[in-house]
Antibody
Framework: QVQLQESGPGLVKPSQTLSLTCTVS??????????WSWIRQHPGKGLEWIGY???????FYSPSLKSRIAISLDTSKNQFSLDVNSVTAADTAVYYC????????????WGQGILVTVSS | QSALTQPPSASGSPGQSVTISCTGT?????????VSWYQQHPGKAPKILIY???KRPSGVPGRFSGSKSGNTASLAVSGLQAEDDADYYC??????????FGGGTKLTVL
């Protein structure tokens, strides 16, 4: 299993862009073995799938968020990133990066999560 | 896409068995054998328990089992232990390279 670690600002102002990075260790993001995903959890609420990216197959997003999000890979740093634009208080959540082995649609590894608060 | 439907809460005494349901539609749970279950303790990241409806990753106790009938998947926990007190989430492939989670069930071990 790979290990994942999220990083980024814990506070973002409304209308700005939320940008997070996930550093992957124990595996290569360009191996094609995994889908690399972002999942969030609003305070006290359930899990929400944001989207995932595969090295060769591209990016796939939640229909409810796709107009505001982008997921990308940085193979030189073995990282993948999430951008959410035009944020509001409703985007306040713990954001997890995660890995899904190809062909399983299961999350086998999670980052520890990072709380991002949207507030002025 | 609406979240899969789970009961908000479930409970049982140590040693007993409990089953948690996860109801979707013919476009997600009913259409694919890609249902997974996760356990989450407070302040922690979720942990995989079941994938592919009924498969257990190595290291997951045999007390946890999964099944599916039609548009409803189920997670059964037998021989409840204190450490099973946690939140449980189901997820399913929903077609079009998307996935969806359930709203979560708080399992209380009495």
């Amino acid at each position: 299993q790979v290990q994942l670690q999220e990083s980024g600002p814990g506070l973002v102002k409304p209308s700005q862009t939320l940008s997070l990075t996930c550093t992957v260790s124990g595996g290569s993001i360009n191996s094609g073995t995994y889908y690399w995903s972002w999942i969030r959890q609003h305070p006290g609420k359930g899990l929400e799938w944001i989207g995932y990216i595969h090295y060769t197959r591209g990016t796939f997003y939640s229909p409810s968020l796709k107009s505001r999000i982008a997921i990308s890979l940085d193979t030189s740093k073995n990282q993948f990133s999430l951008d959410v634009n035009s944020v509001t208080a409703a985007d306040t959540a713990v954001y997890y990066c995660a890995s899904l082995p190809d062909g399983t649609v299961m999350v086998d590894s999670w980052g520890q999560g990072i709380l991002v608060t949207v507030s002025s | 896409q609406s979240a899969l439907t789970q009961p908000p809460s479930a409970s049982g005494s140590p040693g007993q068995s409990v089953t948690i349901s996860c109801t979707g539609t013919s476009s997600d749970v009913g259409a694919y054998d890609y249902v997974s279950w996760y356990q989450q303790h407070p302040g922690k990241a979720p942990k995989i328990l079941i994938y592919g409806v009924s498969k257990r990753p190595s290291g997951v106790p045999g007390r946890f089992s999964g099944s599916k009938s039609g548009n409803t998947a189920s997670l059964a926990v037998s021989g409840l232990q204190a450490e099973d007190d946690a939140d449980y989430y189901c997820s399913s492939y929903a077609g079009g390279n998307t996935m969806i989670f359930g709203g979560g069930t708080k399992l209380t071990v009495l």
